[in-house]
């Protein structure tokens, strides 16, 4: 692939299966294609680089999640839908901050994707949640569950790094600090 | 065999479940959940999990809560990706590519439009309250005073008594009943145009007026009616319409068309104090106050009361009609041209005018000596009084 085949954007399809294949490459390429077009969209409208950076990767994640779950149709262009997600991202961030001037200004056309975002909004919600809980389970609990549940290390590894003599005790300190994190996280309002 | 025994145990513990610790209870969902178990293991357990709501809703339970784990998870994973490919772009150039710059007057004004705003009304106020306090906001010219004259309380008790005297003498002297009354709020000077009874006199005397009566110099009063102003001449023209009034005979001076010369020997018969006033003079300017051309400028002493009356020249042409003075000019008063005034005779309409208006065209007060002059004339000036 020489060098100006890999700078033009990527074709829908392309990208779809990409992530699909967790291909970096193809992720990179999405990312640096549309950013530019969201970066114009938030300094234009009361935001500045990093709040376009927020937005940004939160629409990727929003477009992410969907392909890998096969929920994606390429109904529309790609372009429109990561613009109309971060358009509505912006217009909720801004009337929280209170900046919201009742009109923004508009580089690309749009679709109304209320019901993704809000659904992306829920599962922020118990993300936070989980991070809160985690923070407020301390070590070694923290890390034993990382290192188990998304890190899928097996108990024998997790017995090295700790040191713990047998297995059976890290099983054992590894299901209490399950129930304490279950409890943490549903302490939670 | 060990496997059989291992199937006993784990039974055993099935069994048992109810007596199991809790981490025993999530060691084997787990172990159920990642497919650890084997096939005899698996299908007892999913019997348990059928007989056993409480094992059911825990196995759910862990599901979610271990989904929810590993999502996030993979939430952090993606995110620390994308932070990565971030740091690869340059954000600082590409932003300045895609601000939309707007032109400089509206930066300037979006950095500083709260300064600007405060600036300009500063600047207003400041050139409000100066206008306000050198007087230049007043409409009216402060330096222009129109000689209508509003008269004092007691001035006119005063003259009221008089004229009741006055009235009385001649009530018993003369069978003939002239009206009586008070010297009116506002007064002026009217002349004659014609000797049916109508009269001229500035508009600004008699505007507002509820009635307006005049007064001949034998102090009769008459009422008058209004029948038309031309308020941007200054001009308004009365008809007498009081039956006592009587046909005054032919009007002594004509009204000249002309524009008359500078340095002409003027002079004006009125009655600024309520007494009836000779003004002699000349005229100074072809044009009035501020270079206006409806006006002459005359120099001729006048006072509040002057206004409306006529402004004769040497051989008793009327050449005007008395109308202000300038106060920062000794002696620099203001006449309407006698133009002017036809004008205005020429704009009646025919409907207003119950009487003919016939223009005296014949002067019989040339070659008069002044005092001549001003006896004949007299009797064509009146007090004009406003209520």
Redesign the interface.
Known sequence: MNRDLKASAPTDSEIVLGILNNSEIVLKRLYTTYFPMILQLIINNNGNEDEAKDIYQEAIIVLYNKVKSGEFELSSKLKTYIYSVCRRLWLKRLSQMNRYGGDIRDFEEYLPVDDEVEKHNDRDIQFNKMEAALQLLGEPCKTIMEDFYIHNRSMQEICERFGYTNADNAKTQKYKCLQRLKKLFFQQK | MPAKAEEVIFSAKVKGVLKMS??LI??LVDRYLNGEMTAAERAEFEILRKKDANVDSKVIEHKL??G??????E??E??Q???A??S??D??S??E????HPNWIVSLWRHHHSKISVAASIAIFAILSTLFFTGKLNNHDSSFVELKQEIGKTKDQAKLLDRKLDGLIKSSNTPEKSKITNPGNFRGTGFALSSNGYIATNYHVIKDADSVYVQNAAGESFHAKVIYTEPQYDIAILQINDDSFKDLGNVPYNFKKSVSDLGENVYTFGYPGGEEVFGPGSLTAATGYHGDTLNYQISIPVDYGNSGGPLLDDKGNLIGVIRGLQTQVAGAAFAVKSAYLLKTIQNIPADSLSKSLTLSTKNTLAGLSRPQQLKKLKNYVFMVKVY
């Open positions: 809790e981490n999530l060691e809560f271990i929810l784990i590993k999502q996030y998870g939430r952090l993606l995110e990706r994308l932070d490919i971030h690869e772009i954000v600082h590409l932003k590519e895609l601000m939309i």
